[in-house]
């Protein structure tokens, strides 16, 4: 029995077996927030319907306390859930005290040291719900086009994305670095079963401390023989928006408990614009307008707004203390005075980063260089501008890994394409079609300094029936950080790996 299916169990009596989120007592009653990690309900300990034992059991509850209650199922609109439990029996299997976790405002910091705690709270518990369901919704749509999963091997001798950030171990003496990506193994996969994916953890060892990596991250990298950078722009489309539709379908109790603004996610279900490179960066630098909005322009009325808004904020801030500090506030009102200053001050320091970031970012989107890669601050730019995620292809192939093909039409492009997310996400799809080619493939394998002779076998691959084909990875983290709206990559995996943090 579960609380999820609490609503076919009204009038009758259940058994529930869960840890007490909460407790709050009153004259001869205890109410009691149960959850069991599927749901959430409140419990209603009456003294007149339990033993002596047994209630005062309830009124020492401390937060995280296990417990099995027995009681009667009852409607109630006003409850989490619509329903109450009223209590017949209750049993404690542990009593605790001093949770750590209290209702009170956390740092980050403190909370990740307690990730294995924190993960019961829950925001996280929705977040996590929702990963779930994104899980499940890349697999069935693989499954019902046809893919076949199949696993990388995490050890492995060759270097897939750059050597910069490898992973090294030792393998039997020998070097062996933890796996990038699955992608090289996908694409002898794919001549092998024509369509296939790999769902599987990857590593990056990223020393540096941003919103967008971790150093253990789960990829998703289907892999396709006969395919071409734009039909794999268009598997890229169909597949997300799948996934959105299935969260957005499966999780509207989880999405409301986050606060997700659901706008964003609804438009996302229309095309995408697909852009080269050249265009994306005559929008940056701001010599293209898109909708009629121009990227430099948008950045420094914003910038205005912000400013703006600050100063109202200051000066609420400074009335509320004020009348704060004249004495014979009642107590209500004193609380309900201090609860605001302190969201207002939260706020403020939203608006405090947005005042440090939106100058960066004009300078960053001034000064680009056409030729270099996009970062951080080109991709926030650009898809501000945009409602829903959009596709870059078309690369100065010096920028990308060195297996993409060239375009055959102006080969200083190499046909790569990265899925960017709106609202300041940014890259979360990276992909592109193959260079078919070996002799092609071998210059590039020497440009980039890589040992040759442990890409022989992938070399093979192009001697004995080469086709065109096509693939990408999608970092499940960073979509679930987008889809979720989270600040943070490290709130969408439930142990996050990253510079700085091995433990718990
Ligand atoms: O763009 P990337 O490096 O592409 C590849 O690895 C290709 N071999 C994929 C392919 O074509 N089969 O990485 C793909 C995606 C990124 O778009 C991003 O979502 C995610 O992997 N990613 C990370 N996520 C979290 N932390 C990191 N350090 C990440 N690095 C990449
Ligand atoms: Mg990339």
Same mark, same amino acid.
């Given at each position: 029995?579960?609380?999820?299916?609490?609503?076919?169990?009204?009038?009758?009596?259940?058994?529930?077996?869960?840890?007490?989120?909460?407790?709050?007592?009153?004259?001869?009653?205890?109410?009691?927030?149960?959850?069991?990690?599927?749901?959430?309900?409140?419990?209603?300990?009456?003294?007149?319907?339990?033993?002596?034992?047994?209630?005062?059991?309830?009124?020492?509850?401390?937060?995280?306390?296990?417990?099995?209650?027995?009681?009667?199922?009852?409607?109630?609109?006003?409850?989490?859930?619509?329903?109450?439990?009223?209590?017949?029996?209750?049993?404690?299997?542990?009593?605790?005290?001093?949770?750590?976790?209290?209702?009170?405002?956390?740092?980050?910091?403190?909370?990740?040291?307690?990730?294995?705690?924190?993960?019961?709270?829950?925001?996280?518990?929705?977040?996590?719900?929702?990963?779930?369901?994104?899980?499940?919704?890349?697999?069935?749509?693989?499954?019902?086009?046809?893919?076949?999963?199949?696993?990388?091997?995490?050890?492995?001798?060759?270097?897939?994305?750059?050597?910069?950030?490898?992973?090294?171990?030792?393998?039997?003496?020998?070097?062996?670095?933890?796996?990038?990506?699955?992608?090289?193994?996908?694409?002898?996969?794919?001549?092998?079963?024509?369509?296939?994916?790999?769902?599987?953890?990857?590593?990056? *060892? !990223?020393?540096?401390?941003?919103?967008?990596? +971790?150093?253990?991250?789960? &990829?998703?990298?289907? @892999? %396709?023989? /006969?395919?071409?950078?734009?039909?794999?722009?268009?598997?890229?489309?169909?597949?997300?928006?799948?996934?959105?539709?299935?969260?957005?379908?499966?999780?509207?109790?989880?999405?409301?408990?986050?606060?997700?603004?659901?706008?964003?996610?609804?438009?996302?279900?229309?095309?995408?614009?697909?852009?080269?490179?050249?265009?994306?960066?005559?929008?940056?630098?701001?010599?293209?307008?898109?909708?009629?909005?121009?990227?430099?322009?948008?950045?420094?009325?914003?910038?205005?707004?912000?400013?703006?808004?600050?100063?109202?904020?200051? *000066? !609420?801030?400074?009335?509320?203390?004020?009348? +704060?500090?004249?004495?014979? &506030?009642?107590?209500? @009102? %004193?609380? /309900?005075?201090?609860?605001?200053?302190?969201?207002?001050?939260?706020?403020?320091?939203?608006?405090?980063?947005?005042?440090?970031?939106?100058?960066?970012?004009?300078?960053?989107?001034?000064?680009?260089?056409?030729?270099?890669?996009?970062?951080?601050?080109?991709?926030?730019?650009?898809?501000?501008?945009?409602?829903?995620?959009?596709?870059?292809?078309?690369?100065?192939?010096?920028?990308?890994?060195?297996?993409?093909?060239?375009?055959?039409?102006?080969?200083?492009?190499?046909?790569?394409?990265?899925?960017?997310?709106?609202?300041?996400?940014?890259?979360?799809?990276?992909?592109?079609?193959?260079?078919?080619?070996?002799?092609?493939?071998? @210059?590039?394998?020497?440009?980039?300094?890589?040992?040759?002779?442990?890409?022989?076998?992938?070399?093979?691959?192009?001697?004995?029936?080469?086709?065109?084909?096509?693939?990408?990875?999608?970092?499940?983290?960073?979509?679930?950080?987008?889809?979720?709206?989270?600040?943070?990559?490290?709130?969408?995996?439930?142990?996050?790996?990253?510079?700085?943090?091995?433990?718990?």
């Amino acid at each position: 029995m579960y609380i999820k299916d609490i609503a076919q169990f009204e009038g009758k009596e259940i058994e529930l077996k869960g840890w007490v989120a909460n407790r709050r007592d009153s004259k001869g009653l205890v109410f009691i927030n149960l959850r069991d990690g599927s749901g959430l309900v409140q419990c209603i300990a009456d003294q007149s319907k339990l033993t002596e034992d047994e209630f005062n059991c309830a009124g020492k509850l401390g937060l995280e306390s296990s417990i099995e209650i027995n009681g009667l199922v009852v409607k109630d609109e006003r409850q989490i859930g619509g329903f109450e439990v009223q209590v017949s029996a209750l049993k404690v299997l542990q009593f605790t005290e001093d949770y750590p976790i209290a209702k009170k405002e956390h740092g980050i910091d403190f909370l990740m040291d307690k990730r294995h705690l924190w993960l019961r709270s829950q925001r996280q518990w929705a977040i996590m719900k929702i990963r779930n369901t994104i899980t499940f919704a890349i697999h069935e749509f693989f499954q019902k086009e046809g893919f076949i999963q199949m696993d990388a091997p995490i050890f492995t001798g060759n270097a897939c994305e750059g050597t910069s950030n490898l992973f090294e171990t030792d393998f039997y003496g020998d070097p062996a670095y933890l796996s990038q990506s699955g992608q090289l193994y996908g694409e002898a996969m794919a001549m092998a079963f024509g369509k296939i994916y790999t769902f599987g953890p990857t590593f990056r *060892a !990223e020393k540096s401390k941003t919103r967008r990596h +971790l150093s253990e991250f789960w &990829m998703i990298e289907p @892999e %396709i023989a /006969f395919c071409d950078i734009h039909q794999n722009m268009d598997i890229i489309e169909s597949f997300l928006q799948y996934v959105i539709k299935k969260v957005l379908a499966d999780c509207q109790h989880e999405l409301n408990l986050i606060d997700r603004d659901q706008s964003v996610l609804k438009t996302s279900l229309e095309p995408f614009p697909r852009l080269t490179y050249d265009e994306a960066v005559a929008i940056i630098k701001g010599e293209k307008d898109v909708n009629g909005q121009n990227s430099i322009k948008s950045l420094e009325d914003e910038l205005e707004q912000v400013n703006q808004q600050y100063q109202k904020m200051e *000066a !609420e801030i400074a009335e509320r203390e004020a009348k +704060l500090a004249i004495p014979g &506030m009642k107590k209500g @009102e %004193i609380n /309900f005075n201090q609860n605001k200053v302190a969201t207002l001050k939260q706020e403020l320091k939203d608006l405090e980063e947005a005042q440090r970031n939106i100058p960066q970012w004009i300078a960053s989107a001034k000064n680009f260089e056409y030729g270099n890669d996009l970062g951080g601050s080109d991709e926030t730019v650009i898809t501000r501008l945009f409602d829903k995620p959009i596709m870059v292809y078309d690369w100065p192939h010096e920028v990308k890994a060195f297996y993409l093909k060239r375009n055959p039409e102006s080969p200083r492009f190499a046909r790569g394409v990265d899925l960017l997310a709106p609202e300041g996400y940014g890259e979360i799809v990276g992909g592109g079609e193959r260079e078919t080619d070996e002799q092609k493939l071998r @210059e590039k394998i020497i440009e980039h300094d890589l040992p040759m002779e442990a890409f022989e076998w992938y070399l093979d691959l192009r001697k004995y029936g080469t086709v065109p084909h096509a693939g990408f990875g999608l970092g499940l983290e960073r979509l679930v950080t987008w889809l979720c709206k989270l600040k943070h990559v490290r709130e969408s995996i439930p142990f996050p790996r990253m510079y700085g943090r091995l433990l718990p």
